[in-house]
């Protein structure tokens, strides 16, 4: 599973969520940005990268186009209405592993040894961890390590826009909750999750390029380096690639058909993995009927 796991937990939770369509080899002048066309409505579909660092800033002047155009923002999340006390509480709580039970019982003797020294090269003391369940663990390092090298939540993209569109007075919404996003990572079996925290352990130290690598396809429209990156390894697990991607984009397919019914102009920012590669959200919706083209 290699980066694949370690970097969906980051793209789905609190780091980087990147949208694909068809893979194309062309760059465009800035992030991929699809139209899907309705009789009296146009939908822009948007991937987002959850965290920045200040040096992506300014944003390519397509999505202030596309921010200029919506009356509304559709995000994963309806963004205006988290409550970051309440969300930490939830993600605590569903995080925290039962009683009678602890982290280093869920590793094992050697797995926890093995992680405890390779936490600890990172300046994370993982005993501090030992309440939480393994996917806790990974996404808790992940994130420290993701700050540590200047990607920050408060400077992700759906968190600026959110921002921007509230103080615009559009109005905000979202296609699912965040109870939701964290089950789909409490859900995972115990082996998984303790494979997703020896994997982001063990590849601590390519974090800082695949980003760059990751971020730099985003921001010139290169949804092929975003589709290989991303996507290459899912094939060896493909349960994991139906709950987190197939299953999901089903569903917002549906939501959005919905809202393609209306007579308004929105913008929908979702994870780049989305929009891309087996089961994509853009193919979906042309199977439904749905005119989908790329700016």
Same mark, same amino acid.
């Given at each position: 599973?290699?980066?694949?796991?370690?970097?969906?937990? %980051?793209?789905?939770?609190?780091?980087?969520?990147?949208?694909?369509?068809?893979?194309?080899?062309?760059?465009?002048?800035?992030?991929?940005?699809?139209?899907?066309?309705?009789?009296?409505?146009?939908?822009?579909?948007?991937? $987002?990268?959850?965290?920045?660092?200040? $040096?992506?800033?300014?944003?390519?002047?397509?999505?202030?186009?596309?921010?200029?155009? %919506?009356?509304?923002?559709?995000?994963?999340?309806?963004?205006?209405?988290? @409550?970051?006390?309440?969300?930490?509480?939830?993600?605590?709580?569903? =995080?925290?592993?039962? @009683?009678?039970?602890?982290?280093?019982?869920?590793?094992?003797?050697?797995?926890? %040894?093995?992680?405890?020294?390779?936490?600890?090269?990172?300046?994370?003391?993982?005993?501090?961890?030992?309440?939480?369940?393994?996917?806790?663990?990974?996404?808790?390092?992940?994130? #420290?390590?993701?700050?540590?090298? =200047?990607?920050?939540?408060? !400077?992700?993209?759906?968190?600026? #826009?959110? +921002?921007? +569109?509230?103080?615009?007075?559009?109005?905000?919404?979202?296609?699912?909750?965040?109870?939701?996003?964290?089950?789909?990572? @409490?859900?995972?079996?115990?082996?998984?999750?303790?494979?997703?925290?020896?994997?982001?352990?063990?590849?601590?130290?390519?974090?800082?390029?695949?980003? =760059?690598? #990751?971020?730099?396809?985003?921001?010139?429209?290169?949804?092929?380096?975003?589709?290989?990156? !991303?996507?290459?390894?899912?094939?060896?697990?493909?349960?994991?690639?139906?709950?987190?991607?197939?299953?999901?984009?089903?569903?917002?397919?549906?939501?959005?058909?919905?809202?393609?019914?209306? @007579?308004?102009?929105?913008?929908?920012?979702?994870?780049?993995?989305?929009?891309? =590669?087996?089961?994509?959200?853009?193919?979906? #919706?042309?199977?439904?009927?749905?005119?989908?083209?790329?700016?």
């Amino acid at each position: 599973m290699k980066q694949t796991l370690r970097l969906v937990a %980051a793209f789905l939770v609190a780091a980087v969520s990147l949208g694909f369509g068809q893979p194309q080899a062309r760059a465009a002048d800035g992030p991929a940005i699809w139209e899907m066309r309705g009789p009296s409505s146009n939908i822009m579909l948007l991937g $987002s990268v959850h965290l920045l660092r200040e $040096s992506d800033y300014p944003l390519p002047d397509n999505i202030a186009r596309a921010m200029e155009r %919506a009356e509304c923002l559709v995000f994963e999340l309806d963004m205006d209405d988290l @409550d970051p006390v309440m969300s930490q509480t939830l993600f605590q709580n569903l =995080g925290r592993v039962p @009683d009678g039970t602890s982290l280093p019982e869920i590793l094992g003797a050697d797995n926890y %040894a093995v992680a405890s020294g390779k936490s600890r090269e990172l300046g994370i003391e993982l005993d501090l961890l030992s309440e939480f369940k393994p996917w806790f663990a990974a996404l808790t390092i992940m994130n #420290l390590q993701l700050m540590r090298l =200047g990607f920050v939540p408060q !400077l992700g993209l759906d968190q600026q #826009l959110a +921002a921007a +569109a509230v103080s615009a007075g559009k109005e905000v919404t979202g296609l699912e909750t965040l109870e939701f996003q964290i089950e789909l990572f @409490d859900g995972m079996p115990d082996p998984v999750q303790v494979q997703l925290l020896m994997q982001t352990l063990h590849e601590a130290d390519l974090l800082e390029n695949q980003m =760059g690598l #990751l971020v730099g396809a985003w921001r010139d429209g290169k949804t092929d380096v975003l589709a290989r990156e !991303l996507g290459r390894n899912f094939s060896e697990y493909p349960e994991l690639y139906r709950s987190l991607v197939t299953e999901r984009n089903a569903s917002w397919a549906n939501q959005l058909i919905e809202m393609g019914n209306g @007579d308004r102009e929105c913008l929908v920012v979702v994870g780049a993995l989305h929009l891309v =590669g087996k089961g994509s959200l853009i193919d979906l #919706l042309r199977d439904k009927g749905a005119q989908v083209v790329r700016w």
